[in-house]
């Protein structure tokens, strides 16, 4: 213990006068007559005692008041276990991430409890110090040390973070100024398993751990969603899978969720999650859907909120391209099925005046009517395919099966003499190309006739096949997609080409070799997104329109668009995309999933993850005027200076108590 004020001691010399007071204090007698005292003698001794006793508690009380005030102005203290330098600096990591918004007590969120604790710490040091304050956000002013009212100012300007960081980015960041080695840093955070990542101890850094430990750590959020057929064309029926995940130690019965679609309610769903499960839940999308729509996912889970609506961009304005390369310049029934301008990009070439650039851009390829293929158009067409292209091969009306064999890579290929036509046996509604193709699944369905001039063996996966069991239209797995049609689309061969079932397997064939799926959302995790914009035009950047209007940076690769994701100024929700007046795309953000995992690790278990050295060191927090209390002791040491108030105030009560009460 020592004193801040020693000089205070030389007051003890005031002990002196309760005892020159009661060494000195003589009475004026009075003389009484009695006429006979023989039976006073033994009160007056008894008497005499009891007095002197008093008298000597009294002048202790008077001695051990003033002793005790004396120490009150010294202003006694304990000193601090670490002391405070002149020009001192310090980094303050303050996680603001979403997980933050959770409840530490009943009306006090984890951000708001971490600013508080930060407004302490600020408080402590010297003026003199200098402070960098680093969010997730790595916003710009985190780059340069401020003043104390900066940063006081600027950590009322702390708003809830959609970033998460590991525990290594955060590192990596403190440590790009050559000053860490001199620096304390406080890092106030969740310590959130999930977001951690690989934690290594750091011997250079002085590390003081704020831990904020939530009052809750269930929470029910939206594990992942995808489209039944991401490729849906033509409004075919989809189906929006959604899986729920519950984080908690207790189970959840019948969680609703609503599907919002363009901002109406398209269907509802209720399902029941146990302890650290998962559950999946359908809504059925509307057939009639087209363009760009906004989807979301909403619950109700308390008291952790932050992750209860999840956004989905339904996108269906990409056209497939289709490329044609047919004997001639007459229309094809390939030119009528493919003809939906607000589906399909179709260009038909004969192959007399065919451009090979255009199978860069492919979905399908389309080799329609031609009986063999030059040896340039093989070649390109195996380039093609072993890039994971789709080619689909419709022969001429007389084949040469020894051409196309080396081509198409298929031994077994031979051409076949046409006979009569044939009716194809029903299609497999269990082969996964028919998923969702037919809402009913009749077996009394009508079906096409066709003869068969090109043979390549029995196929029991064949897409369709006549009713022998003898394949009509076959895929072959050649890095890319191979489709071999048995006949040619000519009513000589087939009827197929004007039979119902002609557009849907056509459909489906060139939706499934869509080279690019686009995905219905992203999180804030991801560095970058590639969108495909048809007919990409001038200089001008594409902007990001939603919350806020963002230009993020970017790149162009002949019609794709490669955007680097601007983490801090995003957030999430939807986002249009925009290249001059016209919108060209929907992007939607959520918040990375791990982000939902509220397991915490204790600070002792986060030390021990850090080496568990003196480097690093803990304040068990609480309340905030405890946490207050707990640093100015570790900083400023404790003060005594009350309790010996209290001492003196209790001694010179114990006085007044003698004098009146001790007869």
């Not at 001691?9 to 023989?38: C, D, E, G, M, Q």
């Not at 002793?67 to 330098?85: M, N, S, T, V, W």
């Not at 999946?280 to 619950?299: K, S």
């Not at 001039?453 to 895929?475: C, K, V, Y």
Request: charged share 20%; proline share 4%; aromatic share 12%.
């Amino acid at each position: 213990m020592t004193f801040l004020y020693p000089s205070f001691l030389w007051a003890l010399a005031a002990l002196t006068i309760p005892i020159v007071i009661h060494l000195f204090n003589f009475r004026k007698t009075t003389r009484v007559y009695f006429s006979n005292t023989r039976f006073l003698r033994d009160v007056k001794e008894a008497t005499t005692a009891k007095r002197r006793l008093k008298h000597y508690l009294i002048l202790a009380s008077r001695l051990l008041f003033l002793l005790f005030l004396i120490f009150a102005f010294c202003q006694p203290i304990i000193p601090a276990r670490e002391q405070l330098g002149s020009n001192r600096n310090i980094v303050l990591y303050l996680d603001n991430s979403q997980s933050m918004s959770a409840q530490v007590d009943e009306k006090t969120r984890g951000l708001d409890a971490a600013t508080n604790f930060a407004r302490n710490i600020v408080d402590v040091f010297p003026p003199d110090t200098r402070y960098k304050l680093l969010t997730n956000d790595f916003a710009p002013f985190s780059n340069t040390f401020k003043t104390k009212p900066e940063v006081l100012d600027m950590l009322t300007e702390i708003r809830l973070s959609p970033v998460s960081r590991t525990y290594q980015e955060i590192r990596d960041r403190i440590r790009q100024d050559r000053w860490v080695k001199s620096t304390d840093v406080f890092w106030i955070a969740d310590l959130q398993k999930s977001t951690a990542g690989t934690v290594h101890g750091d011997s250079s850094m002085k590390i003081h751990l704020v831990p904020i430990q939530f009052s809750e750590h269930g929470n029910v959020f939206v594990d992942s969603a995808y489209l039944e057929n991401p490729f849906a064309a033509g409004g075919g029926r989809n189906v929006l899978h959604v899986v729920v995940r519950n984080d908690g130690t207790r189970d959840i019965d019948q969680l609703n969720l609503r599907l919002m679609l363009n901002n109406i309610q398209e269907g509802t769903a209720s399902t029941s999650i146990s302890q650290g499960g998962k559950a999946e839940v359908t809504f059925d999308i509307a057939t009639t859907l087209a363009g760009l729509n906004e989807a979301r996912v909403l619950f109700n889970d308390f008291p952790v909120t932050f992750d209860n609506e999840f956004f989905l961009a339904l996108n269906f304005t990409n056209r497939i391209n289709v490329v044609e390369i047919k004997a001639d310049n007459a229309a094809t029934p390939v030119q009528r099925v493919f003809g939906n301008d607000r589906i399909f990009a179709l260009q038909s070439h004969a192959v007399s005046n065919f451009n090979y650039s255009l199978l860069d851009q492919a979905d399908l390829v389309v080799v329609n009517g031609l009986n063999s293929l030059d040896p340039a158009l093989a070649g390109a067409l195996r380039r093609y395919l072993g890039n994971f292209g789709s080619v689909m091969l419709i022969p001429g009306p007389s084949p040469d099966a020894g051409n196309l064999k080396t081509t198409l890579q298929l031994p077994a290929l031979r051409s076949m003499q046409a006979k009569e036509q044939t009716e194809l046996a029903r299609p497999d509604f269990s082969n996964p190309f028919f998923e969702n193709v037919f809402e009913e699944k009749s077996v009394a369905i009508a079906m096409p006739h066709a003869s068969k001039i090109l043979d390549w063996g029995s196929d029991r996966t064949a897409i369709l096949h006549f009713r022998n069991e003898q394949p009509f239209i076959s895929r072959f797995n050649q890095i890319g997609q191979l489709y071999v049609m048995s006949c040619a689309l000519v009513s000589a061969q087939t009827d197929f080409f004007n039979h119902a079932l002609f557009v849907p397997v056509m459909y489906r064939i060139a939706a499934s070799g869509r080279k690019k799926e686009f995905k219905p959302y992203y999180t804030l995790r991801e560095s970058n997104i590639s969108i495909h914009v048809d007919s990409l035009r001038g200089e001008d950047p594409l902007r990001w329109i939603g919350a806020e209007e963002v230009v993020p940076a970017q790149r162009k690769v002949n019609e794709e668009v490669i955007f680097d994701i601007p983490k801090f100024s995003v957030s999430k929700g939807f986002y249009k995309v925009v290249m001059k007046r016209d919108t060209v795309n929907l992007i939607a953000f959520n918040l990375d999933k791990s982000e939902s995992l509220m397991d915490q690790f204790t600070a002792e278990e986060f030390k021990q993850m850090l080496g568990g050295g003196d480097n690093v060191t803990i304040f068990k927090v609480g309340k905030q005027e405890a946490f207050s209390n707990e640093i100015k002791e570790r900083y400023l040491g404790k003060p005594l200076w009350k309790y010996a108030l209290l001492i003196a105030i209790f001694f010179i009560v114990a006085e007044v108590l003698l004098i009146r009460f001790m007869k």
